[in-house]
């Protein structure tokens, strides 16, 4: 695949780069968008099988703690996806290096010493446009996720109310 890049001419080699970015960028918002919405059907069911049981406050905390785990999961999927499209690209020749440099771009922190080549560098603004996007979104569904957390817990806490004061009222 390196080669095949090596064949563009210099003039529009920033162009390919804008070209390729924008293709991955596509797919690793799909496939977020993908991922997300399995996270949050599967906090849904969960939190239904909470309930189907005998609901305690820590079972909602692993359920909100997992859907988090998930989150990130998802999100550093993408950081690999990102470094290995680089490496069979071959803008960045060493798989620790890829990682790295994705890690950087895709956070924005650009903390990193590390650059594409000249021609290529185009793609980095794209792989931190990615990032922002997913991040901004996993925002979203996170905000979501605290919101039906918060549900579940005054949920629980209702249902043991209620049982205690049953209990009372049945107590001779």
């Known amino acids: 695949m390196g080669e095949l890049l090596q064949k563009i001419p210099d003039d529009y080699k920033p162009l390919g780069a804008v070209v390729v970015g924008a293709i991955i960028l596509v797919a690793i918002v799909l496939f977020h968008g993908s991922g997300l919405h399995g996270i949050m059907v599967g906090q849904d069911r969960w939190r239904a099988r909470l309930f189907a049981h005998h609901p305690h406050l820590t079972g909602a905390a692993l359920i909100f703690g997992w859907g988090v785990f998930l989150m990130l999961f998802l999100q550093m999927l993408e950081i690999l996806i990102w470094a290995f499209f680089l490496g069979r690209l071959g803008l960045i020749k060493n798989l620790h290096d890829d990682i790295y ?35 901004a979104w996993t925002t979203s569904a996170l905000v979501d996720m605290v919101t039906a957390h918060r549900q579940v817990v005054e949920q629980v806490r209702a249902r043991r109310s ?11």
Do not use: D, V
């Open 101 to 135: 440099f994705c890690a950087n771009t895709y956070t924005t922190l650009g903390m990193g010493n590390m650059q594409l080549e000249h021609p290529w560098r185009l793609i980095s603004p794209i792989i931190a446009i990615s990032g922002l996007f997913t991040f």
């Open 162 to 172: 209620a049982h205690k004061n049953a209990a009372k009222e049945s107590a001779p």
